[in-house]
């Protein structure tokens, strides 16, 4: 095997980075109207005692593949979301225990909102319960995180008001899933009088948890270009040498 120089270069990637939590939004909230739609006229919904769970939108077909594949696909938009603002943070400012700590915490809500689209309540009511209790609880430990991040960029990289934008989002979702656990609770004791409050706290809670998320364009939209680096190995008399370079379309090796 013989190779020839390696020419340095930086490749452009995404122009904008702000698609990511727009197509989460459109993913799962967006998901959330599609499956209500499809599912309207059926029996299962209409025999409900009031206005459905999110998650009683995934149990009929169509309806439940289509719940599941925009869930799944949203979970992972919503992680790549999470994961541009933990880079955006390195970047503008350092590397933290805390900015790590938040990216666990937004992983743990991703991989609760797959268990919820993969298991349906009715016939995997434990694995779902935990993924929805996975998904709104990191959700809002990743709320705050990213709130006590942001404040700390103020004023260098952060304005006042979008750090205060995400406090009152914060605050409504943690106030939320307070309220939205005691109506589980209630409902166990009283299903016809507390099943609308309920499930429309749910869908409230889901609503405010996206739009958090679609105040990161605040940030993303400063990041236009992204380098790859790629580690290539060659041999150089017979000796294998390592070398890191970005990847561009004119490097190149040829194999004999």
């Known amino acids: 095997m013989e190779s020839r120089d390696w020419k340095n270069f930086q490749t452009t990637s995404l122009k904008s980075f702000i698609y990511l939590p727009i197509l989460a939004f459109v993913l ?15 029996e299962f919904i209409r025999g409900l005692p009031g206005f459905p ?14 719940f599941s594949l925009l ?14 603002y933990y ?9 933290s225990k805390l900015n790590i700590a938040a990216l666990v915490f937004g992983f743990i809500a991703c991989f609760g909102i797959t268990l919820v689209a993969s298991f349906e309540w009715i ?15 990191g959700c809002i430990v990743y709320f705050w995180m990213i709130v006590s991040i942001s404040w700390s960029l103020v004023p260098d990289v ?9 406090i009152v989002i914060a605050s409504l979702t943690t106030l939320l899933l307070i309220a939205g656990g005691v109506g589980i609770m209630l409902v ?27 105040t990161f364009i605040y940030d993303l939209r400063n990041i236009r270009t992204t380098e790859v680096n790629l580690k290539l190995q060659r041999l150089t008399n017979n000796h294998p040498v390592t070398s890191s370079a970005p990847c561009t379309n004119d490097a190149f090796v040829d194999v004999v």
């Not at 880079?87 to 590397?95: A, P």
Request: glycine fraction near 6%; charge should be positive.
């Open 28 to 42: 799962i909230p967006g998901g959330i109207i599609i499956c209500y739609a499809v599912i309207y006229q059926h």
């Open 53 to 66: 769970f999110i998650s009683d939108l995934g149990v009929q077909p169509p309806s439940n593949a289509i």
């Open 188 to 214: 166990q004791v009283n299903k016809a009088k507390f099943f609308n409050m309920t499930s429309i706290l749910e869908w409230c809670l889901t609503y405010l948890s996206y739009l958090f998320l679609l």
């Open 71 to 84: 869930f799944n696909w949203g979970a992972l938009a919503t992680f790549a979301t999470m994961y541009s």
């Open 87 to 95: 880079k955006y943070v390195i970047h503008t400012s350092r590397q």
């Open 158 to 166: 952060h304005s006042k008001s979008i750090v205060y934008l995400r």
């Open 123 to 137: 016939d995997s009511f434990v694995p779902h319960m935990i993924g929805a209790g996975l998904t709104f609880a």
